[in-house]
Structures are given as structure tokens and as C-alpha cells.
């Protein structure tokens, strides 16, 4: 923080960073239980779209994954030598595992969300690839390679917002619940906001 800017200023930015920290638990609380731990620049920037909940893969996306292994969009990652042995889709994450003939099999997973404790190596879009621990460089190149054709094919029309499982969040009363404490925190903090800045500039 910039030790220029008034010292309201700068109680203002600090408390703005909490509400948006809240935000992003009260939009998806099952997700912090889950692992996953989305990045504030993403939920701001899904905020302002309107899809600040997160997106979970609909049963569309096997038809994708089906087409390009059909038209042999991941032939030029594959080359000669490797070859795509499983891929499964759950919620927010897909994963696809290649194979030498004979050699180890090694996993690339695509997720919409971060993963905690783990540091994403390569993205498309809002799509992050995460590499199985322990894949050497040639198998890393493939896996991201296969990554980046299979991202660039998903529509939009596969994704929508999760449904938690366990408290319902999909319902719509629930979510009209969640949306109204969300707008009720925003006003709290504006007018915070509102009242230090104005302090600041008396002073």
C-alpha cells in the first residue's frame, strides 16, 4: 500500500479486500471445504459478468472430448509414440492420462477452479492445467499440449454453475438467500467506505 494515500484511504482498501474475501466464501462456501480456492482477480472479474458461482462441466462435455479424439484434434500433441488411456470429467475438473507403450501413464487436469497448495502450469482462458507430479519434460509437453486443443474446444454450453450437494445452493430460495446477504455486505462496506473517506478528508 502506497504510504502516500491518506490513512482513511488506506483502511478503506484494506477493508474492501476483506468484503471481497467474504464475498467469495459466501458465494461458494462448499468450495473452501472442497479444495478449491479460487483467486480474488477471478471472482471480481465473474462478479462484474454475473457468474461469480462456481462452474462445474455438464454431461456435454464427453461429447466434446468424443469429437476431438474423433477428428484427431490431439494427433499433432500425441505424435507417434503416446497415446490418451482414460480421461474422466467430475464437477470442475477433467483429466486426461497418456501413455508409451510399455511406460508409465502420466495426468494432466483441467479445473475451473484453483487448487489449493498447488501452483497452476499453464492455463486457456478461465481453464487451468494442473501436471501430475512426477511427469517428465517430454510427457509435460504432450499432457499441456493436450490441454490447451482440449480447453480451446469447450464451449460455454458445457459449463454451468455447481450444485452443492449438500446444502443446495442450486435451489433458487437459497440462492436468492445468498445473493441478498452478498448485496447486504456490499452496502455495509460502502457506507464504511463512505464514512472513513469523508473523516479522512475533514482531517
Same mark, same amino acid.
Given at each position: ?173 437459497? =440462492? ?11 452496502? =455495509? ?15
Amino acid at each position: 500500500m502506497s504510504p502516500g494515500l491518506p490513512r482513511g484511504a488506506r483502511r478503506t482498501a484494506r477493508c474492501a479486500f476483506v468484503v471481497a474475501g467474504c464475498l467469495a466464501l459466501i458465494a461458494n462456501p462448499a468450495a473452501a471445504r472442497q479444495g478449491e480456492s479460487p483467486s480474488l482477480r477471478d471472482r471480481v472479474r465473474r462478479l462484474a459478468a454475473g457468474t461469480l458461482e462456481h462452474r462445474c462441466f455438464t454431461p456435454a462435455i464427453d461429447g466434446v472430448f468424443r469429437q476431438a479424439v474423433q477428428s484427431g484434434a490431439f494427433q499433432a500433441a500425441l505424435g507417434t509414440t503416446f497415446r490418451i488411456i482414460e480421461a474422466s470429467s467430475r464437477d470442475g475438473r477433467i483429466g486426461v492420462t497418456v501413455a508409451t507403450p510399455g511406460g508409465p501413464a502420466h495426468t494432466v487436469t483441467l479445473a475451473t477452479e484453483r487448487i489449493v497448495g498447488r501452483t497452476p502450469d499453464d492455463r486457456v482462458g478461465d481453464l487451468l492445467f494442473y501436471l501430475q507430479p512426477g511427469a517428465d519434460a517430454v510427457s509435460s509437453g504432450v499432457l499441456l499440449d493436450i490441454a490447451r486443443v482440449l480447453a480451446e474446444r469447450i464451449p460455454d454450453t458445457a459449463l454451468a454453475p455447481c450444485r452443492s450437494r449438500e446444502e443446495g445452493f442450486g435451489t433458487r430460495a437459497a =440462492a436468492l438467500l445468498n445473493a441478498t446477504v452478498a448485496v447486504l455486505v456490499v452496502v =455495509a462496506a460502502l457506507l464504511f467506505g463512505f464514512r472513513k473517506l469523508r473523516h479522512a478528508g475533514a482531517a
